[in-house]
């Protein structure tokens, strides 16, 4: 009997790459994942889009993450370190919710989870979107330093300024420079983008236009 050629999504299906996770671990995250589906999204099966699973999943992996949050504060309540409080213009943070699995060590439950209900973890973890708290080497740098500050222990917070559009893509566009706000903004305001930028004020909708940088084509 001929062997059916099976696609790599389909082969990707069939194990479960991020080792062996306890059975318990996994029914348990099954249970939290459908019931936020349920009471926190208000979807089932039959209306849940892959958003709405990434949110379900994105719940879920903040249930795990409140109880250690809570329990920190209480311990710098009860002996009152001394506090450091860094201030950045920017934060280029990167995605979270992968990097939060793997520092609360339920990686490989959350992966063995999603694949026993069918869902794909690498396909959700692709939907979320970048924070749009800067995108520059200072945002890194501060990213590097809050790290570096939890790693060590220290009762450190970190302040910065929340941008309504803080990451733009640029193109070139008529040999002008246009950017574009991402996703991370627009889907929170329909409206176009006012600047004032060397006195002139510059309306597009939803785009920037900079008369300073026209390129020769």
Not at 10 to 17: A, T
Not at 101 to 124: H, P, S
Request: glycine letters at 8%; hydrophobic letters at 35%; proline letters at 1%.
């Amino acid at each position: 009997m001929a062997s059916v050629l099976q696609s790599d999504h389909e082969k990707r299906k069939q194990i479960s790459v991020r080792g062996i996770a306890q059975v318990e671990n996994v029914t348990n995250f099954k249970k939290s994942f459908n019931r936020h589906l349920h009471f926190t999204l208000v979807k089932d099966r039959n209306v849940a889009t892959p958003r709405d699973y990434f949110f379900a999943l994105a719940h879920t992996v903040r249930d795990n993450l409140v109880g250690r949050w809570i329990r920190t504060q209480q311990y710098y309540y009860e002996k009152d370190p001394k506090r450091i409080y860094y201030l950045s213009l920017e934060y280029y943070m990167g995605r979270a919710l992968c990097n939060t699995m793997i520092n609360l060590g339920i990686q490989g439950a959350c992966d063995e989870a999603m694949y026993q209900v069918g869902l794909d973890i690498e396909e959700l973890q692709e939907i979320e979107e970048d924070a749009g708290l800067g995108n520059g080497g200072l945002g890194r740098l501060a990213a590097c330093f809050l790290d570096s500050m939890a790693t060590l222990g220290l009762a450190a917070y970190g302040y910065g300024i929340r941008y309504d559009y803080g990451i733009f893509t640029q193109k070139i566009q008529d040999g002008w420079q246009v950017l574009n706000s991402s996703y991370y903004t627009l889907c929170n305001s329909d409206l176009g983008v006012v600047l004032k930028i060397n006195s002139q004020s510059l309306l597009h909708n939803n785009c920037i236009r900079y008369n300073k940088c026209h390129v020769n084509t």
